[in-house]
């Protein structure tokens, strides 16, 4: 009993604090962007083994970020919350309010007065990610939006979650709303952890309402085998970001991408990182002493945004994808053939090799041999570039016929310049 009057007085604290808070300016709204320099990247990735809690790999996991409508994850946790407690009902009407129906889209666009089921609205949320309804939703549990975005900033620091605040319950842009990658990871697991019943929703493709029929915009859903959830978002200030959640061979991992310049580049970095993550897992069982970012060659997606979105929430932007090296490759670079072993090769006769990525593709891979060979000549060109079979869902691009020593320097030459490389010893 003193537990909920506690948290009930904490609610109410911050929901003052959070109704007399002055309206951000322009300039604040790029909290915490343009405070930084120009030159810090929005990107932030983690991976995460949703049995253990093991952080798998980490990119900036605790820097601040806009969530975007991520955030909805959190109001729908919850919404789940209230159903487990007997508070609301499935069949409850949501009604919205002058308030929830004239939020920026991505909406379904009911006018005030009317309703739809909770059932209905949690689905809006997860699927269409519309933002009427997450304020309807929040006035419903909390009375108003802003105390509802108290309860959802308390209930984050009880999971937690110690670097986000919530101000509102669908995402859309506020330089007071933070939170991220690891938060986003810990509520993820909790979603899944505490309300598996209802977990499900996420991975729903499609939800129909008055005859209309709308697709999840998490793209990776259907696309890739094993996910099923969690939630995408984006606002010009976050870029796009993506919670998502995969499954294989009874493993679980959970990975949260922030900031990448478009949908494309976002659903492959989340891909990338799935997949060697499953790899890493396998590999260890079979005895390895492995992390992710042993495994991972693929730079991290940078650059602006590509272009903005019609939505404040999610929008899909297809045909791009990551750029192998650093720097982006010329028309000539991606037709260089790869130099097959001369005979005055530094490591002549050696076992050793460098593999230098691994890609869902043989022609990245392929691309990236030869990109090499072209910028690190003095270490590649007497190598042998070869791209093997598949292995754990991915093709490995290798330099072979080093001794030790030489592949070490070659390797060495790599991370100098900042690209991902592995000396892999003869089996």
């Known amino acids: 009993m003193f537990e909920r009057a506690r948290r009930l007085i904490a609610s109410l604290v911050l929901a003052a604090a959070t109704a007399v808070a002055p309206v951000a300016s322009t300039a604040q ?32 996991a605790d820097s601040p970020r806009y969530p975007a409508s991520i955030t909805k994850v959190m109001t729908l946790y919850l919404a789940f919350e209230a159903l487990a407690a007997g508070r609301i009902q499935l069949d409850d009407p949501v009604v919205i309010s002058p308030r929830a129906a004239a939020q920026a889209p991505t909406k379904l666009g009911l006018r005030p007065g009317e309703s739809l089921t909770v059932e209905q609205a949690m689905q809006a949320l997860a699927i269409k990610s519309a933002n009427d309804i997450a304020v309807a939703l929040a006035e419903k549990l909390g009375g108003s939006e802003s105390r509802f975005a108290a309860m959802m900033t308390l209930r984050a620091e009880e999971l937690g979650m110690r670097n986000t605040r919530f101000v509102n319950a ?10 991220t990658a690891r938060d986003i990871a810990i509520l993820s697991r909790a979603v899944m952890r505490d309300y598996p019943q209802y977990y499900k929703l996420f991975s729903q493709q ?5 005859g209309v029929t709308m697709r999840n915009h998490n793209g990776l859903l259907g696309r890739m085998p094993g996910v099923d959830g969690l939630k995408t978002g984006y606002t010009n ?8 959640s995969a499954v294989r061979d009874n493993r679980r991992l959970i990975t949260v991408v922030l900031g990448a310049p478009s949908t494309a580049i976002r659903n492959n970095n989340a891909e990338d990182l799935i997949l060697t993550g499953f790899d890493v897992m396998a590999r260890r069982e079979r005895g390895e002493n492995i992390t992710v ?34 720097a982006t490759p010329s028309p000539a670079a991606s037709r260089t053939k790869i130099v097959e072993p001369s005979k005055s ?37 007497a190598a042998n570039g070869d791209v093997g079979a598949k292995v754990g869902g991915s093709y490995r691009a290798r330099f072979s016929g080093y001794t030790e020593a030489s592949a070490k320097d070659a390797c060495q030459a790599l991370k100098a310049k ?10």
Not at 206 to 210: E, N, Q, V, W
Request: hydrophobic share 40%; aromatic share 8%; glycine share 8%.
């Open 170 to 179: 669908s995402g859309l842009p506020d330089s007071r709303q933070i939170s």
């Open 237 to 244: 200030a976050s870029g796009y970001n993506i919670a998502v």
């Open 293 to 326: 970012a042993q495994n991972l060659f693929e730079p991290e997606p940078t650059g602006p945004i590509v272009r903005p979105s019609i939505e404040q929430g999610d929008n899909e932007q297809d045909g791009l994808k990551i750029v192998l090296a650093s």
């Open 345 to 381: 090769a530094a490591g002549k006769g050696g076992k050793w090799s460098v593999q230098v990525g691994a890609f869902k593709t043989k022609a990245d891979a392929k691309e990236q041999l030869a990109l090499v060979s072209k910028r690190f000549g003095k270490h590649f060109n």
């Open 418 to 427: 900042r690209l991902a490389c592995m000396v892999v010893r003869p089996t």
């Open 29 to 60: 709204a790029q909290v915490p962007y343009l405070q930084l320099p120009a030159s810090q990247p929005k990107y932030a990735a983690v991976v995460v083994d949703a049995k253990t809690g093991e952080v798998m790999y980490a990119k900036r």
């Open 206 to 210: 499609s939800f129909t309402f008055r």
